[in-house]
């Protein structure tokens, strides 16, 4: 599985932001999907997680409430839609796919794309 994040930017804090990773591949639905972010000088952390049918999903406290995953599995994508961002949000984020688990450790993940740079502004 190839993944390509886009759609990050520069925002305002308060603002919103949507994330879209596309995936490549016919197997794309076999995968449980992640969301991770890397702040500068800090270690990638969970954002986000959706099972396999997009039906359960898992989110760091950090941004539960204000961050929504979701996937369709027809267009092979999976998106992070982000409301009410906070500086501390700025960060690159990456997609991921796991075979196995819904999980949230980075180490389970099978697949990475390239990031995505968030920037929000106080």
Do not use: H
């Not at 990773?21 to 197997?27: F, H, K, L, N, W």
């Not at 990638?44 to 204000?66: D, H, L, N, P, Q």
């Not at 990456?94 to 920037?119: F, H, P, Q």
């Amino acid at each position: 599985v190839q993944l390509q994040a886009s759609g990050g930017g520069l925002v305002q804090a308060g603002g919103s932001l949507r994330l879209s990773c596309a995936a490549s591949g016919r197997t794309f639905s076999s995968y449980y999907m992640n969301w991770f972010r890397q702040a500068p000088g800090k270690e990638r952390a969970f954002v986000a997680a959706v099972t396999r049918g997009g039906t359960s999903t898992s989110y760091a406290e950090s941004v539960k409430g204000r961050f929504t995953i979701s996937r369709d599995n027809a267009k092979n994508t999976v998106d992070l839609q982000m409301n009410s961002l906070k500086p501390e949000d700025t960060a690159v984020y990456y997609c991921a796919a796991n075979k196995e688990r819904l999980s949230i450790r980075s180490y389970d993940m099978d697949y990475w794309g390239k990031g995505t740079l968030v920037t929000v502004s106080s």
